[in-house]
């Protein structure tokens, strides 16, 4: 069993490399002048990639929210054990969508 330190570990490289990886993909798949729904679909993925969920309701550590909603689903009990972090991947998504929107909103005027 992992500990809470390396669960800590394994989050933060995680975080770190989702936030290496956006700067990437918006240089890769974006035009220079960034439009709204451009930022709309980074803020997306921003909030898609970085929002932490619990497995569980017995367990401490977390996990990207991405990953617990599909293990939960596929290998799990089905989509009723992974209702919880399906909410907070929504959550997380609508919340990076705005942000994503009203940032290139304001760069762009």
Do not use: C, H, Q
Not at 72 to 84: D, K, M, P, V, W
Not at 94 to 105: K, P
């Amino acid at each position: 069993m992992l500990t809470t330190e390396s669960y800590l570990i394994a989050m933060a490289v995680y975080w770190v490399a989702a936030l290496i990886g956006l700067p990437l993909m918006r240089r890769l798949w974006f035009a220079k002048p960034m439009t709204r729904a451009g930022g709309a679909v980074l803020g997306l993925l921003a909030g898609v990639l970085l929002a932490p969920a619990f497995p569980g309701p017995d367990v401490s550590s977390m996990a990207p929210a991405l990953i617990v909603v599909l293990f939960n689903t596929l290998f799990g009990e089905g989509f009723e054990s992974a209702l919880s972090a399906a909410m907070w991947l929504s959550a997380a998504s609508l919340t990076g969508m705005i942000i994503g929107l009203l940032l290139t909103g304001r760069r762009s005027k």
